[in-house]
């Protein structure tokens, strides 16, 4: 998996101070038909493939959390591309946005000590990422045009 190292400021296109604790990523989701998740949740890859992180048929409430790590000291937050959908690419799936982790300590990042918990409940699709400490990480979410505009 591809993580991009970005330096995020608070400009009037992005709102300032993330959240911490979990993260409504889509309320009153789609992908939830009766009791179970309907549509995978899943990450970007290269190439435009996506990498089901929460699979169908998942009962509700369901959950999978992932260790991540950082490329090297300098990175300050993991970037995660989230999509909705069954499809094995980018193209046949509904985009859920671009979001950042960040507030990790170096050591967690460089040791791959990061949690990141996708969750699905009745009625929404979550976010919650944690520190080797158990603490809750930020997350926010980004405009990805205005983040990695030239």
């Known amino acids: 998996m591809v993580q991009r190292l ?10 300032c101070g993330p959240e911490r604790g979990p993260f409504v990523v889509e309320a009153n989701t789609p992908a939830v038909q009766g ?4 549509e995978a949740v899943g990450l970007e890859l290269d190439a435009g493939e996506v990498a089901p992180i ?13 260790a991540f790590g950082t490329e090297d000291e300098e990175q300050i ?9 069954n499809a094995p690419s980018v193209d046949g799936n509904h ?8 507030g990790f300590s170096v050591k967690d990042g460089t040791d791959g000590a990061i949690s990141i918990t996708f969750r699905a409940t009745e009625s929404a699709l979550l976010l919650e990422a944690k520190g080797s400490d158990g603490a809750f990480l930020a997350i926010e979410e980004l405009d990805e045009e205005a983040v990695f505009a030239e």
């Open 35 to 38: 009791n179970y998740l309907s």
């Open 6 to 15: 970005s330096i995020v400021l608070c400009l009037g296109w992005l709102a």
């Open 54 to 66: 929460l699979e169908v048929p998942c009962a509700l409430p369901c959950a999978e959390t992932v």
């Open 95 to 102: 985009s859920l946005g671009l979001f950042a982790v960040s």
């Open 77 to 85: 937050d993991i970037l995660l591309y989230l999509y909705r959908g």
